[in-house]
């Protein structure tokens, strides 16, 4: 079945340094999505990215998916403490389940 | 935005009995949900999917009689723990998708920590 690869598990940084985490599937994708996760809290939707090469923005934060659209990635410019949790990836093979597959996630720190 | 509600947030119980956790999507129709199980630290891990008037579709090594799904309506899937035992304890978070929120991702509920003792 289709699996999607997540790295790193942990990232630690100081406040004001980058972070990027990166995604890949075993299969094609229709879709990619990413979701965050605070401590304690539940997954929350950031952004779907479809097209082959996709790169879009949300402020301070930069997602990408690849030319093959099986992988993806996430940038966050210089960190805050509120950037805080587990950022999860979530690719969609299409078809009528619409079934998303998880990554595993990537904790994010970050010392003040 | 879409909003899913989920309760009870939280819930201890004794082995052996059954819990009911039920999601509701609040402002869209919810053609399809998802249940998913996360223990602490770890990822989402899809136990089934649900279409809204048809039987539940299980992941391979869920047990359909143990996890009992219904989604009788558009708004509405809960999810039965039948017969708990201290290792169903868990993070049971549901997520549901409309169908016409395709470029939305699926809106996921708070989640139920259950606890069983």
């Known amino acids: 079945g289709q699996q999607v690869m997540q790295i790193p598990q942990y990232q630690h940084v100081q406040e004001g340094e980058d972070f990027t985490t990166y995604c890949n599937s075993s299969?094609?994708?229709?879709?990619i999505q990413w979701y965050k996760q605070r401590p304690g809290g539940h997954p929350v939707f950031l952004i779907q990215?479809?097209?082959?090469?996709e790169v879009k923005k949300q402020k301070r934060l930069t997602f990408q998916f690849g030319e093959a659209k099986k992988n993806s990635s996430l940038h966050i410019t210089a960190t805050q403490t509120t950037d805080v949790g587990t950022y999860f990836c979530?690719?969609?093979?299409?078809?009528?389940?619409?079934?998303?597959?998880f990554g595993k996630g990537t904790l994010l720190t970050v010392n003040p | 935005g879409a909003v899913v509600s989920q309760h009870p947030s939280r819930v201890i119980c004794k082995s052996g009995t059954s819990v009911k956790i039920e999601c509701r999507s609040l402002?869209?129709?919810?053609?399809?949900m998802f249940w998913y199980r996360q223990f602490p630290k770890k990822s989402l891990m899809l136990m089934a999917t649900?279409?809204?008037?048809?039987?539940?579709?299980?992941e391979q090594g869920v047990e359909k009689d143990k996890f009992l799904i219904n989604h009788a309506s558009l708004t509405l899937s809960t999810l039965t723990v039948t017969s708990a035992h201290p290792e169903d304890s868990s993070f049971y978070i549901c997520?549901?998708?409309?169908?016409?929120?395709?470029?939305?991702?699926?809106?996921f509920g708070s989640g139920t920590r259950l606890t069983v003792v």
């Open positions: 997520s549901a998708r409309g169908r016409d929120r395709a470029n939305y991702g699926y809106t």
């Open positions: 402002d869209f129709q919810a053609t399809t």
């Open positions: 299969t094609t994708l229709s879709n």
């Open positions: 649900s279409n809204e008037g048809s039987k539940a579709t299980y």
């Open positions: 979530a690719g969609d093979s299409g078809g009528s389940n619409y079934k998303l597959t």
């Open positions: 990215l479809v097209k082959s090469g």
